[in-house]
């Protein structure tokens, strides 16, 4: 479903070309944005395929928004204005908006510029489908002319290669999912159980997917019997231990069949990927792809996009991206409507353990209210988040600086995000933090590199991952802050 965002600080004019949308497009995600902070916040968290922007807006202006947005390439972008704002829709165009909608806005104007938005994203899609295509291919060329238990150097995730006397390989995903996920005490347990270690066990770490709460897994066997024996007890063992330690998470395991390469396993894990986006209707166990399938076949398509828009509102609650909460609330009470009783209980009950509330949403499931008043209840939940979240802006400072750290973003360009003047944002990071905004982002590297090295990542991919292109200059600034440097750090 394509995710469109309507940015206009007018409440009459978003709903005027909300109400277009839905009537001209069946297909779509509607999502709405008050100003062009709200857009950007949207857009970073990666919430919006197609974006129709009101160019003046209090705050931040559609056209900065834009500006601010280094993928704006990969969104394809109209502008929504009058004509008194020619000048500024000529920058818009120079930008790379693709269309122009008058105020007040005509339904065929609408949906003619739409559909041609559409079209480009499509076809933005496939040309990334091309490129990850080619990436898996040129990633499975060097896996296979590798035979070791060094990690791959690549500018990719960490990756283990499978050993010459390992014949087959099975995939599988492990899902947690809660609030903060205790990322090391839980790579701690996968690592014992599957004996990385061990000569005889050695395994691959496909990618880490730590924002979705997903370890993608390819453990290589030896023969089929070994393979039936690690279904049987292995996986079984590992999915209790991580039942019984993190007992708050609800945790699910999928696991693939047996593959003979590993091309065979990406597809397996997309395929199980894919399935976790259902995740509300499947069991808290450990099953294999096969089964999952069956379990989804007999839910209609309202059903099926109801559990995904839990899924969906569920990362956006733990991100605390509340206006993102919000509209996915209105989108999913929408798909409650078409979906029968029984299920709207089961998945309510879903819901409120995947956002670990305090309130409960079930005391609500014997009254013939119900629906109206869940949703009421989830509505007040996100607006007392977010005037928690007025009351302490830097509390959200610091959480998008913790996110991003990784990436080139100066002190001006997140005093702008958040509507501070460069000078002011600089003195009261000093004094809430007791240090400046350049040592705080270089204290979040150097941690984050010191964990990647010691999880066996190259120093030279360690660098890249945490923001530094130039190796020689991480290297120095590793020792100078540490003590030690990071090729040492990586062997002890």
Known sequence: MIRIAVADDEPLARYNILSILREQFTSINVIEAENGLDLIRLIQGNQVDIALVDIRMP????????MRCENRSDIPWAIVSSYADFPYAKKAIELGAQGYILKPPDPTEV??????????????????????????????????A????????????PMFLIKKNMNSIVPYIIS?????????????????????????????????????????????????????????????HLFARLQHDFSLYQIKML???????????????????????????????????????????????????AAR???????????????????????????????????????????????????????YLLKDSYLDETRQELL?????????????????????????????ISLSQVAAI??????????????RTGTTYTSYITNLRIKEARNLLRSGVSVKETAWAVGYMDEQHFARLYKKIMGISPGQDKKS
């Not at 590798?146 to 990719?156: I, K, M, V």
């Not at 007025?390 to 750290?405: A, G, N, S, V, Y």
């Open 380 to 408: 007040c939940l996100i607006q007392q988040n977010e005037k928690e979240r007025q009351k302490d802006p830097f509390t959200e400072i610091l959480r998008f600086i913790d996110m991003h750290f990784a990436e080139s």
């Open 111 to 144: 949906r003619d510029v739409t559909t041609d938005l559409i079209k480009k994203f499509q076809k933005i899609k496939e040309a990334q489908i091309e490129r990850l295509e080619t990436w898996w291919h040129k990633r499975l060329e060097n896996l296979e």
């Open 146 to 157: 590798a035979f070791s238990n060094e990690p791959l150097e690549t500018n990719s995730e």
């Open 255 to 305: 696991i693939g069949s047996l593959c003979s390469s590993l091309e065979t396993a990406a597809r397996q894990i997309k395929k199980i990927r894919d399935l976790l986006n259902f995740a509300p209707l499947l069991p808290n166990a450990c099953i294999d792809l096969e089964h999952a399938s069956q379990i989804l076949q007999p839910y209609t398509s309202n059903e099926l996009e």
């Open 418 to 431: 958040f509507g501070f003047s460069p000078n002011y944002l600089s003195a009261i990071f000093h004094q």
């Open 176 to 236: 947690l999912q809660g609030p903060t996920l205790p990322q090391k005490a839980i790579k701690e347990t996968i690592q014992f159980y599957c004996k990385i270690d061990s000569e005889d066990n050695p395994f691959i770490l496909l990618y880490p997917n730590n924002d979705y709460g997903y370890y993608e897994i390819a453990y290589p066997v030896k023969t089929a019997e070994n393979a039936s024996h690690w279904k049987d007890t292995g996986f079984n």
């Open 59 to 66: 705050r931040m202006d559609g056209l900065e928004a834009m």
């Open 309 to 363: 828009l839990i899924v969906t509102l569920t990362r956006s609650w733990h991100r605390k991206d509340w206006i993102s909460c919000k509209n996915h609330v209105y989108d999913l009470y929408i798909k409650f409507e078409k979906v029968e009783k029984r299920l709207q209980h089961q998945l309510i009950q879903n819901l409120e353990k995947s956002l670990y509330i305090e309130t409960s949403l079930t005391q």
